[in-house]
């Protein structure tokens, strides 16, 4: 699987951005995918996750009533909606995706075979 990611950028505080992420490839089975941010200096970390059906989803505290992830799987896409964005959201933002845990989500980073290139989000005070 491949994935493209897409929609960073440089936003002021309390701004929006959404973010895009494309899969290709084995695409014909059913997988979970994530967004994942890593700070400087920070462990990588999942703010949202998405189960292969789009009805499950997981949300990190620090992003919960802020970020809203979705995906279509017709295009073989999953978006990363971010509003009241700050400072602290700046980190590069990664795609992911779970082979084993298509219906169950999982937040943690091993679970994750396959992952985006990443894109810089940059909140400005």
């Known amino acids: 699987v491949q994935l493209q990611a897409s929609g960073g950028g440089l936003v002021q505080a309390g701004g929006s951005l959404r973010l895009s992420c494309t899969a290709s490839?084995?695409?014909?089975?059913?997988?979970?995918m994530g967004w994942f941010r890593q700070a400087p200096g920070k462990e990588r970390e999942c703010v949202a996750a998405?189960?292969?059906?789009?009805?499950?989803?997981y949300y990190a505290d620090s992003v919960k009533g802020r970020f809203t992830i979705a995906r279509d799987k017709s295009k073989n896409t999953v978006s990363l909606q971010m509003s009241s964005l700050k400072p602290e959201d700046t980190a590069v933002y990664y795609c992911?995706?779970?082979?084993?845990?298509?219906?169950?989500?999982?937040?943690?980073?091993?679970?994750?075979?396959?992952w985006g290139q990443g894109t810089q989000v940059t909140v400005s005070s």
């Open positions: 490839g084995r695409t014909a089975s059913r997988f979970g």
């Open positions: 998405i189960s292969w059906s789009g009805t499950n989803t």
């Open positions: 992911a995706v779970s082979l084993a845990y298509s219906a169950v989500l999982t937040s943690l980073r091993e679970r994750y075979n396959y």
